[in-house]
């Protein structure tokens, strides 16, 4: 199959300044590095705060972007996928090894079509949120008081409930939630107008995890998400769509590092 790449030359990316934040294991024993890419709305701090550290204490290297426009990367108010896809691909081209790309909620659809022009060791979609007129009726039906407004152009909006399971002192949650800002409007267009990302380069093996309480992607997203890559989801009940905030943080970690060593 013959893939048009001509927007990639006619209309360039522009740079940005990239917030990358790292985690090294101890002795390098050539296991493969891991990229992590947040949701809208989140930053590189998402996995930072939990995630990272633990993956280097397993031996792995653990890296999270912040996508243009989030955490502390560079403005860019009418980024869409393709801007954010260029990100995650060009720092996976800077680490040392073939990367393992591993995407959380919207981040799960920027590594879909990153997929398509990096060739990755695996992929992990956590939580994803994949898009399409789907992904639209569901928003409306869990979140109908964040979803009309920004249906009319104001930003998307979402409860500390809708992403922190129940075990979550509230507190902890609003100090999380507060962080969670979105910002570009065209990117919010994109889950529903995009186009299916194209196939991955090369046949990575792909894992999707998430809960069946999570009150952003139901069951069936979940499942739906996993039989495009051939494979089933891997539960994890009673958590939120933060899974890696949670208080059982180090459980969907542990299992996707699992796999990996497994892979």
Request: charged letters at 20%; proline letters at 8%; glycine letters at 10%.
């Amino acid at each position: 199959m013959r893939i048009d790449r001509s927007a990639d030359w006619a209309a360039p990316i522009p740079p940005v300044r990239r917030e990358v934040l790292s985690a090294t294991p101890e002795t390098d024993d050539g296991r493969p590095p891991l990229l992590f890419v947040p949701g809208y709305g989140h930053g590189a701090w998402l996995f930072a705060e939990h995630w990272l550290e633990h993956a280097a204490g397993r031996g792995f290297g653990a890296h999270a972007l912040s996508l243009r426009g989030h955490g502390r990367s560079g403005d860019a108010p009418g980024a869409g996928l393709r801007a954010y896809a260029h990100d995650v691909v060009q720092v996976a081209a800077s680490l040392p090894r073939q990367a393992v790309l591993i995407g959380h909620g919207a981040g799960a659809l920027v590594v879909a079509h990153a997929l398509a022009r990096y060739s990755a060791r695996a992929a992990v979609l956590v939580a994803p949120v994949l898009g399409g007129w789907g992904t639209l009726g569901e928003a409306l039906r869990r979140n109908p008081g964040g979803t009309l407004p920004a249906l009319a152009g104001a930003r998307l909006r979402v409860s500390r409930r809708q992403l922190f399971g129940r075990e979550l002192p509230d507190d902890v949650a609003r100090e999380y939630a507060s962080r969670v800002r979105f910002t570009s409007r065209r990117a919010q267009y994109q889950l529903i107008t995009h186009r299916a990302p194209e196939p991955p380069a090369g046949t990575p093996p792909v894992l999707v995890i998430g809960s069946q309480h999570d009150a952003i992607v139901s069951p069936a997203a979940l499942n739906r998400a996993a039989q495009r890559f051939g494979s089933t989801p891997l539960l994890f009940p009673g958590m939120g769509h933060d899974l890696m905030l949670d208080t059982r943080w180090r459980e969907p970690i542990d299992a996707i590092l699992d796999w990996l060593e497994k892979n």
